[in-house]
Each structure stands twice: as structure tokens, then as C-alpha cells.
């Protein structure tokens, strides 16, 4: 953990806009490819992507993947090794949407290619349908996983089987105490920069707007969440803020917060040990809901216990 900081100290605060795309993606095409997971173009619902498809996918359940980086840098491209690791383990098939980056593609064009991608997965008849996400991503993934639970219960769509988000970025009012407490132990992200970033994807628009800050959506009758979280980012209390908040409308989840771990941890999965047992219980989690038929037809009509999970790395 020491070394992977030293190794990112210069880049604190630096994705501040396009200008960033570049190194960013150069550094997640770093991740090493899953063994016996094959990679295709493609494109769901009208939105272009990457399939990351390990063999022996059921053909019926997938996993709809949103990359990380502020809204305004990532993509499908430079993600799909990772996206490769999670769907390995998930032993379901990932499709990562390229969706539409600020400044050129403000909200809400973000959500409108989330909801798109996910409009396309049911046509393809896929049955069984999971979200998951990091950073940025992460907290896009919890906006769709309202959404589609809403037009779920109005009877207009299918409801997803749950979600599974790392770091997810909650909260674009920025008002968690963890940016002030975390500021000096977070090697990543600083509050200047998120600051930045939520401006060019926002547009003057509400930062509090549920379709840009799941945090504070409606988040009645969700199926359950999953997530993991780096003790030491700046970014804790958006995890922790979203269990407490989910916890009141009764629904189930679990956040982990890993000791002395960063932003997104999981991703230095050739480096961390940590990352590799994270992702395992990403990938146990993925299976264990998509892969069960049963879990098709739970309601999850009770209240469900939520658990805050302190894990050692």
C-alpha cells in the first residue's frame, strides 16, 4: 500500500477535466485481463460499449458495468480488463456502456445512456439483471437502480436482482464530513477537484437532484447493495451516508470499509491482496443474485437488516 502511493502522489487532484483522459485510461489499461474471460465491441440500447464475457456465461443474466473518473474522463476501452476481473468471478457476462462525458455531454445525458443501455439488456431478453460501478460510476449505477426500481414497481419495467458499487460517488453537494477528515490520508482525490468536475457535468443544475445524487433518492423497495469502500478516501462518507440512509427505508445492504485502503481500491488487483478479496466478494455477491433463479422472484417485501462492515485487508 505504501508503494502504490508513492506511485500515485503526483496525481493527486489532477483529474480536473478532459485534459485527464489520456493518463487516466492509460492507467486502468494497466489491469491485468481475467483468464478465460473474451472481450467484444458492442453496443446496447444504442449506446456503445465493451461485452466481457467469461466462458460459460449463462446467456439470460449480465451485469451493466459504469466506469469511474468524475464524470468527465474513463471509458469503456480502458476499463474492460477490470470490468473483465468482476464478471470472471461474477461467472455472468458485463456490458460497460460508453456513456457520454462532460463538458461535452452534461447532465443528463449520463443517466439517459444508463437507462438506455439498461432498456436495451431487457429487449435482449436478458432476465436477470445486475448494476454495478465505481467512483462516478458507482453512484450512476444507484441513480439507474432508483429509476428502474420506480418504473418496476409501477409495473413498466424489470427490476434489477441488486447492485454492487466501489468508492461510489453519492453525493455531488460534497457535503460529507469524510472530504474535510479524510483530506490529507485520501493519495487520490481532493474536494477542489471534485468540485471542478461536479460543475462541468452539472451545468448550474441542483447537485441534490436525485438523478445526480442518489444519496438523496427515493430508495424504497431496493434489492440489495452491496459496497466497498477505502477507510483512508474522501469519499468514506458517501458509502456510509447511503447505507445509513438506505437502512431507514428498510432495505438490505452491506458496507465495507477496508483499514488504510483508497479510492477504489479493488482496482490494483495485481498489487493489493485486499483488491483480490474485494473482488471476490464482489463476485460472490453478482453470483449469488444472478445466478439463483430464485432470487428472480423475491420481493424482498420485509425490512432487511443493514450492516456496516469493518474489514481488515
Not at 74 to 93: C, E, I, P
Not at 156 to 165: C, E, K, N, W
Request: aromatic share 8%; with cysteine.
Amino acid at each position: 500500500m505504501t508503494a502504490m502511493r508513492l506511485m500515485v502522489a503526483s496525481m493527486k487532484g489532477s483529474v480536473t477535466g478532459p485534459a485527464a483522459r489520456e493518463p487516466f485510461d492509460k492507467l486502468m489499461e494497466k489491469i491485468p485481463a481475467a483468464h478465460d474471460v473474451s472481450y467484444e465491441k458492442a453496443e446496447v440500447g444504442g449506446v456503445p460499449g465493451w461485452w466481457c464475457r467469461p466462458d460459460n456465461a449463462p446467456t439470460d443474466a449480465a451485469i451493466l458495468y459504469f466506469h469511474g473518473g468524475a464524470y468527465v474522463v474513463g471509458s469503456a476501452l480502458a476499463y474492460r480488463h477490470f470490468v473483465g476481473q468482476v464478471a470472471a468471478r461474477a461467472k455472468v457476462a458485463a456490458f460497460v456502456p460508453e456513456y457520454g462525458l462532460a463538458p461535452e455531454h452534461p447532465f443528463p445525458a449520463a443517466v439517459d445512456h444508463a437507462q438506455a443501455a439498461y432498456k436495451g439488456l431487457v429487449e435482449q431478453r436478458f432476465e436477470r439483471i445486475a448494476l454495478a460501478g465505481d467512483s462516478a460510476g458507482g453512484g450512476l449505477a444507484l441513480v439507474l437502480l432508483s429509476l428502474e426500481v420506480a418504473k418496476a414497481r409501477e409495473g413498466s419495467g424489470l427490476r434489477p436482482v441488486g447492485a454492487v458499487v466501489m468508492s461510489p460517488w453519492t453525493d455531488l453537494a460534497l457535503s460529507g464530513a469524510s472530504m474535510e477528515t479524510r483530506a490529507e490520508a485520501d493519495p487520490l482525490s481532493t474536494k477542489a477537484a471534485l468540485a471542478t468536475t461536479a460543475d462541468l457535468y452539472l451545468g448550474g443544475h441542483d447537485p441534490r437532484d436525485p438523478q445526480v445524487s442518489p444519496l438523496y433518492g427515493d430508495l424504497a423497495w431496493l434489492p440489495p447493495v452491496r459496497v466497498h469502500v477505502g477507510e483512508d478516501e474522501i469519499l468514506l462518507d458517501d458509502s456510509v451516508r447511503y447505507g445509513e440512509r438506505l437502512e431507514s427505508f428498510g432495505g438490505t445492504i452491506q458496507v465495507h470499509t477496508w483499514q488504510g485502503m483508497t479510492h477504489v481500491f479493488p482496482s490494483s488487483v495485481n498489487l493489493l491482496h485486499a483488491a483480490k478479496e474485494a473482488l471476490d466478494d464482489i463476485g460472490d455477491f453478482l453470483g449469488q443474485h444472478l445466478l439463483d433463479e430464485a432470487n428472480h422472484t423475491t420481493t424482498d417485501n420485509n425490512p432487511q437488516t443493514y450492516q456496516l462492515e469493518k474489514s481488515a485487508p
